[in-house]
């Protein structure tokens, strides 16, 4: 960024957006209150182009990454600023969108902001998709507590077998008849709920099967599934929400973008490092985590996981299996060392995910 650059910077809503302009030279900026529609954006950024360049930026938010897409068709530069990463004044109680346009073009100029990756269009609708398939499991998990709580309220326990929801299960709950036309009513909503969002679990789970062949994707996808306890679904929710994993310029960048890492608060002679961080990608930090439990299993080559391995590169598939073995031997030492499971997991998962990095980087 040169010192002759007009710094632009936007504090966007629903409905009105404010934009703080930081010419060179000059140490306040100049705010100005626009519609949030991108047209009009995009016309004002190009009557202050016309007086020298211009470089943009705003915060995410809900608004997405639209108006930084209009912008680049145009070729007009444009930064989405990580939220939780802006500096912020402890003693500083004033909170308007004037204040947060201008505090960011100002931070923006002196280069204490931190730019996000921004996804390709493939890449958000597989991410959105997949986190509607989180949203579709939360409700189904809701109607399922909702039908099972109503039952118990009225002592009806299934006792056929230990495990719930399975054929058998679901044969019983169809067989249940009640003596008032009310609960009759309540149990037949209760059961229909769960069998609409089972439905649009299974419709929307053959949709994501579609999204394996699609670049960028499929080349991660097929990486990414060599490793125990990543399967399809979640070899797709790595490459979809980690996006390209050359932008991270080595493992313990990946490890911190998860929010994998521990805390510290340190001073001194005084070390103290606490849970881990929290930041960054929740989705995808789920979804390694889970995986990461495989791992207290010895090290072992299933006819699935061969299956899955069949075609990749022969480089990812060792590494796939000394990760297994590296992973397996850390979890047995932390656990000898009477850590607690969960915390053994999350080291796992955290170490798991700078082997996928060296996978995704080969």
């Known amino acids: 960024m040169t010192k002759s650059t007009t710094i632009i910077a936007f504090d966007q809503h629903a409905a009105t957006t404010v934009a703080a302009i930081l010419l060179p030279g000059h140490r306040t900026p100049a705010l100005h209150s626009l519609t949030s529609e991108s047209p009009t954006i995009l016309r004002f950024v190009e009557r202050v182009r016309r007086q020298g360049p211009v470089q943009c930026c705003y915060e995410a938010g809900p608004c997405g990454f639209e108006l930084q897409r209009a912008f680049a068709a145009q070729q007009i530069p444009c930064d989405v600023i990580a939220p939780s990463l802006i500096p912020r004044r402890p003693g500083d109680r004033i909170k308007t969108d004037r204040r947060d346009a201008g505090q960011l073009a100002v931070l923006y100029r002196a280069g204490a902001l931190t730019a996000i990756h921004i996804p390709t269009d493939q890449e958000e609708a597989a991410r959105d998709l997949l986190r509607c398939r989180e949203d579709i499991r939360a409700d189904l998990l809701r109607a399922r507590h909702r039908l099972s709580k109503f039952l118990l309220r009225h002592g009806r326990r299934f006792t056929a077998t230990k495990r719930a929801w399975t054929k058998r299960h679901a044969a019983w709950l169809q067989a249940q008849r009640w003596p008032l036309a009310a609960l009759e009513q309540t149990h037949r909503a209760y059961l229909r709920a769960v069998d609409e969002a089972l439905g649009r679990?299974?419709?929307?789970?053959?949709?994501?099967?579609?999204?394996?062949?699609?670049?960028?994707?499929?080349?991660?996808?097929?990486?990414?599934?060599?490793?125990?306890?990543?399967?399809?679904?979640?070899?797709?929710?790595?490459?979809?929400?980690?996006?390209?994993?050359?932008?991270?310029?080595?493992?313990?960048?990946?490890?911190?973008?998860?929010?994998?890492?521990?805390?510290?608060?340190?001073?001194?002679?005084?070390?103290?490092?606490?849970?881990?961080?929290?930041?960054?990608?929740?989705?995808?930090?789920?979804?390694?985590?889970?995986?990461?439990?495989?791992?207290?299993?010895?090290?072992?080559?299933?006819?699935?996981?061969?299956?899955?391995?069949?075609?990749?590169?022969?480089?990812?598939?060792?590494?796939?299996?000394?990760?297994?073995?590296?992973?397996?031997?850390?979890?047995r030492r932390l656990a000898a060392r009477g850590k607690p499971k969960q915390h053994i997991v999350t080291a796992i998962a955290r170490e798991l995910s700078g082997f996928l990095w060296a996978a995704l980087t080969q």
């Not at 090290?299 to 992973?327: K, S, Y």
């Open 201 to 331: 679990l299974q419709a929307v789970d053959a949709e994501l099967r579609d999204l394996l062949s699609i670049e960028p994707l499929r080349a991660r996808v097929e990486r990414l599934r060599c490793f125990r306890g990543i399967d399809d679904l979640t070899a797709l929710t790595i490459a979809a929400e980690l996006g390209d994993a050359r932008r991270f310029p080595s493992a313990p960048r990946v490890m911190a973008f998860t929010g994998l890492v521990p805390s510290e608060h340190s001073s001194g002679t005084k070390q103290a490092r606490g849970a881990i961080t929290k930041t960054g990608n929740a989705h995808l930090r789920r979804v390694l985590v889970e995986s990461a439990w495989q791992y207290r299993h010895h090290p072992f080559l299933g006819r699935a996981l061969r299956l899955r391995q069949r075609g990749a590169p022969t480089a990812v598939i060792d590494q796939a299996w000394h990760a297994q073995q590296r992973l397996h031997r850390r979890y």
